[in-house]
């Protein structure tokens, strides 16, 4: 089973200033995933970015990057030069071999 | 990309009827999907697992009498909420598991209104 942390219940920033998102999760599996999904106000989910914890190396696209700490169990997400499209509920998820679970959501606003 | 494709969008219902929400994978093979609701201004949280052929997966605390899950077929997931109240008002997804290591895509969501 995984459980996934997110202690930032909103943030804001203003637009072109970079922006990180915490999250850390636990899993008594060996084999698992990380992930980041974005859920505009039309509340579709979007994959941001994800990550295979077997790989040391940490997963960007774009202006969007993660920090992963294996051993703290901790996959935070950077987002520079953040956008106003960037506006959303970000989720952090961990995948083992059955479920995706989700943390419980920060709420990111870019001012103008 | 693969593509859930979940209707209705918008349901509204009155107590004590039932209500099916679909969920369609439109250019692959779903052979697992899950259900997922999601109070405002919450997180999503699993309900079930939906494996075509099979009886689903229900997480712990929900009924599985009252939201029924049918998966008939590799491209097709229903849930029914039946004899709905009030309180299951809420916003339910759908994904499916892309590929066979990891990869999820998900519905576009129903918000089901109980009047």
């Known amino acids: 089973a995984q459980t996934v942390t997110q202690s930032q219940p909103e943030m804001s920033v203003q637009e072109a200033e970079t922006v990180t998102l915490s999250c850390t999760y636990d899993t008594s599996e060996s084999n698992y995933y990380l992930f980041w999904y974005k859920q505009p106000p039309s509340r579709q989910m979007i994959l941001v970015i994800r990550q295979e914890a077997y790989k040391q190396q940490n997963a960007t696209e774009n202006r969007f990057s993660v920090n992963f700490q294996k051993a703290a169990k901790s996959f935070s997400l950077k987002i520079s030069d953040s956008q106003l499209g960037d506006t959303a509920m970000y989720f952090c998820?961990?995948?083992?071999?059955?479920?995706?679970?989700f943390g419980q959501g920060t709420r990111l606003t870019i001012n103008p | 990309g693969a593509v859930v494709s979940q209707h209705p969008s918008r349901v509204i219902c009155k107590s004590g009827t039932s209500v099916k929400i679909e969920c369609r994978s439109l250019?692959?093979?779903?052979?697992?999907m899950f259900w997922y609701r999601q109070f405002p201004k919450q997180s999503l949280m699993l309900m079930a697992t939906?494996?075509?052929?099979?009886?689903?997966?229900?997480e712990q605390g929900v009924e599985k009498d009252k939201f029924l899950i049918n998966h008939a077929s590799l491209t097709l997931s229903t849930l029914t909420v039946t004899s709905a109240h009030p309180e299951d008002s809420s916003f339910y997804i759908c994904?499916?598991?892309?590929?066979?290591?990891?990869?999820?895509?998900f519905g576009s969501g129903t918000r089901l209104t109980v009047v």
């Open positions: 250019d692959f093979q779903a052979t697992t």
């Open positions: 998820a961990c995948q083992g071999a059955q479920k995706l679970v």
């Open positions: 994904s499916a598991r892309v590929g066979t290591v990891y990869g999820y895509t």
């Open positions: 939906s494996n075509e052929g099979s009886k689903a997966t229900y």
